[in-house]
T-cell receptor, first 112, second 114 residues
Framework: GDSVTQMEGPVTLSEEAFLTINCTYT??????LFWYVQYPGEGLQLLLK?????DKGSNKGFEATYRKETTSFHLEKGSVQVSDSAVYFC???????????FGKGTSLLVTP | NAGVTQTPKFRILKIGQSMTLQCAQD?????MYWYRQDPGMGLKLIYY???????DKGEVPNGYNVSRSTTEDFPLRLELAAPSQTSVYFC?????????????FGPGTRLTVT
């Protein structure tokens, strides 16, 4: 079945450091891929998406590129801020699917 | 516009007790979802609804019941709580005309069964 694997957290970075959170997937066909973010005390919200191979999703300085050849969708940000501290979830959905398939989430803590 | 609200935020149950997790949305969304997130795991779909009066099972429905009598509300019922139901429960909703990934999530209910 479909699955999403994320790197283990927590990830702790200093402000202005470079961020990478790895995400790889297993799915039949060509799924759409997503990153969701959950800030403390809030619900998940969509951060960015990519619906086909080689698409790059971007939002709020975060980027992720849909790599079909490596079945990956790694999240990157060039310079993190304290306000980026949150839990980040990678997810996928097949085009015929009815539900999102989430990874375990990666907790990010950015210190001043 | 409150979005998706969930109550309670936290709850501790004893084995065998029952409770209802409340979820409400004020965006007139047809689709509503219940997920659970076990410690160190991703979210799993429990039940979903495509409109008032219509519900269907997700990936992990055992031990739960749902009802959808109104567009706004989608309560999740645990009849005989078990330790395996210790989890964080998220409710979400989306518009019928929106893409599947455009779900709006509530802040979650943290449930412990001891």
């Amino acid at each position: 079945g479909d699955s999403v694997t994320q790197m283990e957290g927590p990830v702790t970075l200093s402000e202005e450091a470079f961020l990478t959170i790895n995400c790889t997937y297993t799915a039949t066909g060509y799924p759409s891929l997503f990153w969701y973010v959950q800030y403390p005390g809030e619900g998940l919200q969509l951060l960015l998406k990519a619906t086909k191979a080689d698409d790059k999703g971007s939002n709020k300085g975060f980027e992720a590129t849909y790599r079909k050849e490596t079945t990956s969708f790694h999240l990157e940000k060039g310079s993190v801020q304290v306000s980026d501290s949150a839990v980040y979830f990678c997810a996928l959905i097949r085009h015929s699917g009815y539900a999102l398939n989430f990874g375990k989430g990666t907790s990010l803590l950015v210190t001043p | 516009n409150a979005g998706v609200t969930q109550t309670p935020k936290f709850r501790i149950l004893k084995i065998g007790q029952s409770m209802t997790l409340q979820c409400a949305q004020d965006m007139n969304h047809n689709y509503m979802y219940w997920y659970r997130q076990d410690p160190g795991m991703g979210l799993k779909l429990i039940y979903y609804s495509v409109g008032a009066g219509i519900t269907d099972k997700g990936e992990v429905p055992n031990g739960y019941n749902v009802s959808r009598s109104t567009t706004e509300d989608f309560p999740l019922r645990l009849e005989l709580a078990a330790p395996s139901q210790t989890s964080v429960y998220f409710c979400a909703s989306r518009a019928a005309e929106g893409p599947l990934w455009e779900q709006y999530f509530g802040p979650g209910t943290r449930l412990t069964v001891t």
